[in-house]
């Protein structure tokens, strides 16, 4: 199960880190969430991508990977 304060549809911004543990925010910069209990989860590091207009994304063949 997740640490009580974490939901699995909501995604995090890290707000502060130091040696092995760092904080994590439901907005950009804003107030560390209050996780209240340990459970177990996963983070993957995301990089949101802005696009100035539209465009068109080519992916090789057999190299992109949807399956979640």
Not at 27 to 53: L, R, Y
Request: charge should be negative; hydrophobic fraction near 40%.
């Amino acid at each position: 199960s997740l640490p009580t304060g974490l939901s699995a549809t909501v995604l995090y911004f890290v707000v502060s880190s130091a040696t092995n543990t760092f904080k994590v925010s439901t907005t950009s910069g804003g107030s560390a969430v209050d996780v209240t209990a340990v459970g177990e989860c996963f983070f993957q590091k995301t990089i949101p991508e802005v696009f100035a207009s539209q465009a068109t994304f080519t992916v090789s063949t057999g190299s992109f990977d949807l399956n979640g």
